[in-house]
């Protein structure tokens, strides 16, 4: 399959998604902000679960020399069709490929790449995305009960199933396959605020 990787996340809040992955892939992310301190480490938790699942897809020996080559490169947001159709390229030519959209949930991220391609190109589009995405990061920061920010993440790994309804277009399904697979460290939007709410860091009205 060779060693492609696309990799998505929605981003708010002081750092914004493309610095923050620059940041990581420089391994310059500093900052002596506690909020920041928390998402960063957060984040980078994300990362390594879509990295992981990047590698497992792969030749052993062909992701060591992808990470050899330093081919991790940040691409910035997608803003239009010109930016998403480079990010796919990209991707297919074996770059571990970090990029950032405005979106809130991992089938919105979907939905927002497919919906810039003509009616007539979004079979082959998702057929593509199937192969090549393997992992789609989400954030929000929320109002915690002391009145602080935190973040509060949804993240989607790559596998068979999320596979299928991606070249499907059973977008809907994706939020059923992440609670399903919550022990592969999957996790949706809505279970992160409840088990933030559960231990008391925020309330109902948040």
């Given at each position: ?95 571990l490929l970090f990029s950032t959209l405005h979106t809130s949930s991992a089938d ?78 999957m996790v949706t939007m809505d279970a992160s605020l409840l088990d933030l709410y ?9």
């Open positions: 399959s060779g060693h492609n990787k696309l990799d998505n996340a929605k981003n708010s809040g002081k750092q914004g998604g493309s610095s923050f992955f620059a940041g990581e892939i420089n391994g310059q992310n500093t900052t002596d902000s506690i909020i920041e301190q928390k998402r960063k480490l957060a984040g980078k938790q994300a990362m390594k679960l879509v990295k992981d699942a990047w590698e497992r897809d792969n030749d052993k020996s062909e992701s060591m020399q992808a990470m050899n080559d330093n081919r991790e490169k940040l691409l910035g947001e997608m803003r239009d069709f010109d930016t998403i159709s480079s990010a796919i390229t990209a991707a297919e030519t074996g770059v919105n991220t979907i939905n927002r790449i497919v919906d810039v391609f003509p009616a007539n190109q979004q079979v082959q589009v998702r057929s593509q995305l199937a192969q090549l995405i393997k992992g789609v990061v989400c954030q929000q920061l929320v109002t915690s009960v002391d009145g602080t920010l935190i973040p509060v993440f949804e993240v989607m790994k790559s596998s068979p199933a999320i596979h299928n309804m991606i070249r499907e277009g059973k977008l809907h399904q994706l939020e059923s396959a992440m609670q399903a697979a919550s022990a592969d460290g559960e231990k008391g860091r925020i309330t109902k009205d948040t």
